[in-house]
């Protein structure tokens, strides 16, 4: 497993908690600019968005099943700003080199696409790259996805 801090840390704690949890709630009043909320039935999912700050929110019938930060200007999304790092050790857009310079192998990856890193016993955070190979995404996670 990888240890990972930064702007991360308090997303990380509230992965898997209902949408109605104090710390869910709280987190999500602390984003700033104009919040869209889309839902879904069947399966269940419900998105808050904040595409001026970057990030969103999924839940499933099982809770917070991913957060989405947006490390550039894409699909409509703010790069996310935050005011301190949000992974530590790592500028705002690290490069594939970077990423692993600062946090080793990861436990899963694609080597021309994205890397996963297990940072607790079953909590991941997905790098996802661009074509030339920048951070484009990062998604906490607290499973990874069923595969199909």
Known sequence: MTT?????????????????????????????????????????????IFESAGTSFLFDDDGLSAIFFSLDDIRGFTAHDPAEPLIDGLPARPSFDEVRAALGEPSTFDEDDFDVYEVDEGTFVHIEYDMDMQGMIVTLMPRLPRES
Do not use: H, M, N, W
Request: charged share 25%; net charge negative; aromatic share 8%.
């Open 4 to 48: 990972i801090t930064g702007g991360v840390t308090p997303y990380l704690e509230v992965l898997g908690r209902p949408r109605d949890d104090a710390a869910v709630e709280a987190l999500l009043a602390a984003q700033p600019g104009d919040r869209r909320t889309s839902k879904y039935t069947d399966p269940f999912t419900q998105y808050e």
